[in-house]
T-cell receptor, first 116, second 118 residues
Framework: DTGVSQNPRHKITKRGQNVTFRCDPISEHNRLYWYRQTLGQGPEFLTYFQNEAQLEKSRLLSDRFSAERPKGSFSTLEIQRTEQGDSAMYLC??????????????FGEGSWLTVV | AQKITQTQPGMFVQEKEAVTLDCTYDTSDPSYGLFWYKQPSSGEMIFLIYQGSYDQQNATEGRYSLNFQKARKSANLVISASQLGDSAMYFCAMREDTVTGTASKLTFGTGTRLQVML
């Protein structure tokens, strides 16, 4: 499978606990995005990386959220001290940005978070 | 201001018929891209079709075509010969390109739920 891979696919956690999601982008894709999607809504942008540099963060990304892409390959999204409002699906996407690259942004299957 | 508007929360279509899903957008950037994604109940966002703002012709991908009307700022998705497997949420999204020509993030609409009936 050469698509965007996310794990875990499902996570149930108690309020106040920390959770971490991992995303493995398509090989050689230099851009990696994180989105959050709640029921009945479209995905909302959280942050994105070009290689290992985090280029933009949304206001939605509170201090409890942190994302990393240390070697420019896989990325992690950590949520500290989870709250019930964090319950959502977290989507990762990747793309190749360059002179002769295409325009497609590919998404993973998402990681569902339920905070109880 | 909302940048992507999908006014149809839900649509029904008979199998084998064509259906149009509406999308309007708002941007002042001359360079941008418009995308359509399909999201089945499993959650994965499946890329369907892309239209660049400078593309002269409407994009087509198999049974999917994008009716791009730049002056009206609309980018409607047309699905021909609907199949039961087309039942899903459909999202329109826009990517605005920066002044340096670098593509930035996608902004999504609220989606349209399509139900294909026998």
């Amino acid at each position: 499978d050469t698509g965007v891979s996310q794990n875990p696919r499902h996570k149930i956690t108690k309020r106040g606990q920390n959770v971490t999601f991992r995303c493995d982008p398509i090989s050689e894709h230099n851009r990696l995005y994180w989105y959050r999607q709640t029921l009945g809504q479209g995905p909302e942008f959280l942050t994105y990386f070009q290689n290992e540099a985090q280029l933009e963060k949304s206001r939605l990304l509170s201090d409890r959220f942190s994302a990393e892409r240390p070697k420019g390959s896989f990325s992690t999204l950590e949520i500290q001290r989870t709250e019930q409002g964090d319950s959502a699906m977290y989507l990762c996407a990747s793309s190749l940005i360059g002179l002769h690259s295409g325009n497609t942004i590919y998404f993973g299957e998402g990681s569902w978070l339920t905070v109880v | 201001a909302q940048k992507i508007t999908q006014t149809q929360p839900g649509m029904f279509v008979q199998e084998k018929e064509a259906v149009t899903l509406d999308c309007t957008y708002d941007t002042s950037d001359p360079s941008y891209g418009l995308f359509w994604y399909k999201q089945p109940s499993s959650g994965e966002m499946i890329f369907l079709i892309y239209q660049g703002s400078y593309d002269q012709q409407n994009a087509t991908e198999g049974r999917y075509s994008l009716n791009f009307q730049k002056a009206r700022k609309s980018a409607n998705l047309v699905i021909s010969a609907s199949q039961l497997g087309d039942s899903a949420m459909y999202f329109c999204a826009m990517r605005e390109d920066t002044v340096t020509g670098t593509a930035s993030k996608l902004t999504f609409g609220t989606g349209t739920r399509l139900q294909v009936m026998l």
